[in-house]
């Protein structure tokens, strides 16, 4: 072949295009058991941090399966699923909350158990400023009072909305209340930053600068754990 024709130089691109394809498909396929993994392990990672138990990649698996006695699917209504398609782990919140309608959406719960004591852990997503938030809020025993939480978010302003997943603004939930005296659902609110909200049980300060973040954790709360006041209140009862 005569290698300074232009057919020459389109069959060698079009051949190296070919390979270079071929390889960065194997080469992707080849790590997708990895990445299928990693997101797995920090998904458990994520679930015990709102409990404040410290994990590390190769002690996650270990210690999820060893705290998280109970595992529980809700639909909407706050019933348990006994037959659902998916495991409680399988659930996607973040692509739920993107693509389904609130009746449609799967609600994990999971019960983590440490020397005795019981938390319930709930997964949740919602909207930023720039993309998804989301993450975990754990009730203490008394499936009323916050006892951790963890946020992240996909695109946050660094120093002001992406301030969510810092322990300082978590740490701010820790105590707060969902139910008021009488046993009535009051959703925790994120109010405008820069205000003391340490002695209010249904409040918490926001970030200041980042007051539509802030609003988006407060909505992803009061949406999502309203829907699993049903369950903690008919667990409470048959406790009693």
């Known amino acids: 072949m005569d290698v300074n024709k232009n057919s020459y130089t389109f069959t060698f691109s079009a051949i190296l295009v070919i390979v270079v394809a071929g390889l960065l498909a194997f080469v992707s396929e080849s790590l997708k058991p990895m990445q299928k993994e990693n997101v797995r392990i920090e998904k458990m990672q994520n679930i015990l941090a709102s409990v404040k138990e410290e994990t590390t990649k190769e002690n996650a698996s270990e210690l999820f399966d060893k705290y998280i006695v109970k595992q529980v699917m809700l639909n909407y209504q706050g ?69 951790g939480s963890t946020f992240d978010h996909k695109g946050e302003t660094p120093g002001l909305g992406a301030e969510i997943k810092e322990e300082a603004f978590q740490e701010k939930f820790i105590g707060k209340t969902i139910f008021d005296e009488q046993m009535k659902y009051e959703p925790i609110e994120v109010v405008k930053g820069g205000v003391d909200m340490s002695s209010e049980m249904h409040k918490v300060d926001g970030i200041s600068g980042g007051t539509i973040t802030s609003k988006g954790v407060g909505e992803m709360l009061e949406r999502t754990l309203k829907i699993y006041v049903p369950y903690f209140k008919g667990t409470q009862q048959a406790s009693l």
Request: avoid cysteine; aromatic fraction near 14%; glycine fraction near 8%.
């Open 79 to 147: 019933e348990v699923v006994a037959d659902s398609k998916l495991s409680p782990f399988e659930v996607d919140a973040v692509q739920e909350y993107k693509s389904l309608s609130i009746e449609e959406r799967n609600y994990p719960l999971f019960i983590f158990e440490k020397d005795g004591v019981k938390k319930f852990i709930v997964p949740m997503a919602g909207s930023g400023l720039w993309g998804p938030i989301w993450g975990y809020v754990a009730l203490d025993n008394d499936m009323t009072t916050v006892f």
